[in-house]
């Protein structure tokens, strides 16, 4: 099987960010940092990428300069079995950052996430379609997600 690792393009921010995302996820490790040396590009010494592994998923951040920013169009979702778990990951995540619509965020790095309930995915997915409209539209009024009121919205008869 091919590997597949997300390769995250900052400015000059790549180990402070790695450092940050470890910090909060469990299973998560710096594995290796690559700084240039004489030849460069870049001034000696300085961080050309960051090798790391958030939860278990390998992911490089490189400081590929300004050319390149981060969008919503990718974004890591973040699978929440719990109410404390949805907060936990939106405190951490939100702190210096700004929150978005329906779970998104971006963090102080600008980078996208999405602090998604376990429910809400396995309710989207197998729940009654009149019920998982009314949860949706229950969704599209929130910012940080609350599982109890998606759930009362699912079974709001």
């Known amino acids: 099987m091919p590997k597949i690792t997300p390769n995250l393009w900052f400015d000059t921010q790549a180990e402070e960010a ?5 910090s909060i996820f469990e299973n998560s490790e710096i594995l290796h940092v690559a700084r240039y040396g004489e030849a460069g590009p870049g ?3 300085t961080v050309v990428t960051v090798e790391f592994r ?3 998923q390998e992911v490089l951040a490189i400081n590929g300069g300004p050319e390149f920013t981060f969008s919503e169009a990718f974004s890591f979702a ?3 079995a719990t109410q404390d778990e949805v907060d936990y990951y939106w405190e951490k995540l939100t702190e210096g950052g700004s929150p978005g619509p329906c779970g998104w965020l971006r963090d102080k790095y600008g980078f996208s996430w999405q602090v998604v309930p376990t429910m809400l995915s396995d309710l ?3 729940g009654d379609p ?3 409209n009314r949860m949706t539209k229950a969704m599209y009024q929130m910012s940080k997600l609350d599982i109890a ?6 079974d709001q008869e």
């Open 124 to 126: 989207m997915r197998t």
């Open 54 to 56: 958030l939860d278990g």
């Open 18 to 22: 790695a450092n940050f995302y470890v």
């Open 43 to 45: 001034p000696e010494g």
């Open 130 to 132: 009149e019920k998982v």
């Open 78 to 80: 973040i699978d929440c």
């Open 149 to 154: 009121q998606l759930q009362a919205a699912y």
